[in-house]
T-cell receptor, first 114, second 111 residues
Framework: DGGITQSPKYLFRKEGQNVTLSCEQN?????MYWYRQDPGQGLRLIYY???????QKGDIAEGYSVSREKKESFPLTVTSAQKNPTAFYLC?????????????FGPGTRLTVL | QKEVEQNSGPLSVPEGAIASLNCTYS??????FFWYRQYSGKSPELIMF????GDKEDGRFTAQLNKASQYVSLLIRDSQPSDSATYLC???????????FGSGTRLSIRP
């Protein structure tokens, strides 16, 4: 089955610790995205990548880093510089350049800072 | 002004009635518009997309787009309890390959 997987489903982080969230897709999509969602809020774009070895900052990139070494994978690292990282993190992918550019989402990772 | 605005709700609609969800956007150059449904604790799922002025129907769902007024709406006919969710309006930015999401409208269908 084609789709997007994210792991882990739940993640707990101590203050000052870096953590990495995994996102893998087998849809053969070129573009991948990371969003953050806070309770009762919409999705805010952290980073996105339209092609391997290239990525752009979204609206709230501070305190986060990404890499795109493979088409299938787009891991997100939440660094200690991110002061309020507790949130629901969603990864998505799409085919860039298509008029409608619909995005498909993974199941999400819920990160909690202890 | 937010780039994509929605009434946060909650919007309460009786079962079997029509639910009407509205969204306005600020980017006049936007060409593609999406409605996602999100159940509590789950990821969003796409239910409709539209890029031409007018109406687009898919089953019980109808998306309406008016680019002159920068307005997009979603109608849900014969509302069911399973339609109770948060509905996110999203707009593809004209200047970049990214989608801007509204904060969502919480819809509750009462039996």
């Amino acid at each position: 089955d084609g789709g997007i997987t994210q792991s882990p489903k739940y993640l707990f982080r101590k203050e000052g610790q870096n953590v990495t969230l995994s996102c893998e897709q087998n849809l053969n999509h070129d573009a991948m995205y990371w969003y953050r969602q806070d309770p009762g809020q919409g999705l805010r774009l952290i980073y996105y990548s339209q092609i391997v070895n290239d990525f752009q900052k979204g609206d709230i990139a501070e305190g986060y880093s990404v890499s795109r070494e493979k088409k299938e994978s787009f891991p997100l690292t939440v660094t200690s510089a991110q002061k309020n990282p507790t949130a629901f993190y969603l990864c998505a992918s799409s085919i860039p350049g298509v008029t409608y550019n619909e995005q498909f989402f993974g199941p999400g990772t819920r990160l909690t800072v202890l | 002004q937010k780039e994509v605005e929605q009434n946060s709700g909650p919007l309460s609609v009786p079962e079997g009635a029509i639910a009407s969800l509205n969204c306005t956007y600020s980017d006049r150059g936007s060409q593609s518009f999406f409605w996602y449904r999100q159940y509590s604790g789950k990821s969003p799922e796409l239910i409709m997309f539209i890029y031409s002025n007018g109406d687009k129907e898919d089953g019980r769902f109808t998306a309406q787009l008016n680019k002159a007024s920068q307005y997009v709406s979603l109608l849900i006919r014969d509302s069911q309890p399973s339609d109770s969710a948060t509905y996110l309006c999203a707009v593809k930015a004209s200047s970049a390959s990214k989608i801007i999401f509204g904060s969502g409208t919480r819809l509750s269908i009462r039996p």
